[in-house]
């Protein structure tokens, strides 16, 4: 049995005043039955981690950051380490995102180098994956999957599967409001397990996959519903209180 998991990747957003107004909506609107029923992580802006550490106390939400550095500490400028993010209370991080694909030149190899790091620093992780709409259209989907799913499965296959998550973001439905279908994406993440399985990731059943790319409250339970879909990383939604408490809602009752 998966356990839902929502996380909320506030991009490159808010500041101190508006994260920490967003943050007593969360707090304030979050039920118990919920949070019983659902994992959820919050992946502020660098700057902001430690004061989310504090407005996030006694609250189940745990705190997530959106990238991480390729290497250990040491002379790289401008970088943030594996085990400066569990030092500040991160439990998650988030690699590989397209936006970090896509904008600042990662690789595969990066993202393989990421996941070791967060795991050695005992971060569990977020391990982003998706096709742009040209390569969907060319139906190089299941081609592209298995290239950056290559890059996670030696280590995934040595991690407790609870440490190891998947998120199948199209890079399309990402920011677009075209989100995929629910049958669309139950596809995919069926073949994501069965890709993990087959090259040897045991608990690859245990492992969580996350959709995301435009999970708004209107779609949200037709999404989670489906049976290899655990739960959603939120972008857009995630800034607003009463839109990421109504997805952690659905996925709680999916
Ligand atoms: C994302 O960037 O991870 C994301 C899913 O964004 P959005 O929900 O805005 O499409």
Not at 63 to 80: C, I, K, P, R, Y
């Amino acid at each position: 049995m998966r356990k839902p998991l929502v996380v909320a990747n506030w991009k490159m957003n808010g500041d101190f005043a508006s994260n920490e107004a967003l943050y007593a909506a969360l707090r304030a609107g979050l039920d118990a039955s919920v949070s019983n029923a659902v994992d959820i992580a919050i992946c502020p802006p660098f700057p902001y981690l430690g004061h989310s550490t504090a407005w996030l106390t006694d609250t189940p939400i745990r705190l997530g950051a959106q990238n991480v550095a390729a290497t250990s500490n040491g002379a790289f400028t401008g970088e943030v380490s594996a085990s400066m993010l569990a030092d500040v209370g991160c439990h998650w991080v988030i690699i590989g995102h397209s936006e970090r694909r896509s904008m600042y030149g990662e690789t595969d190899a990066d993202v393989a180098a990421k996941l070791s790091l967060a795991l050695a620093s005992q971060l569990s992780v977020i391990a982003c994956v998706g096709e742009t709409l040209q390569e969907n259209e060319a139906g190089q989907t299941e081609a592209v999957l298995a290239r950056q799913l290559d890059a996670l499965v030696s280590t995934f296959a040595k991690a407790p599967a609870i440490m190891c998550v998947v998120a199948y973001e199209p890079v399309w439905a990402i920011g677009t409001g075209r989100s995929a279908t629910p049958e669309q994406a139950q596809a995919v993440h069926c073949f994501i397990r069965a890709y993990l399985a087959g090259k040897g990731v045991s608990q690859a059943d245990e492992i969580r996959i996350l959709y995301g790319g435009s999970v708004k409250p209107a779609n949200a339970l037709s999404l989670m519903s489906m049976p290899d879909i655990d739960g959603a990383l939120v972008g857009g939604a995630s800034l607003v209180a009463d839109d990421f408490l109504s997805i952690c809602r659905a996925s709680a009752v999916a």
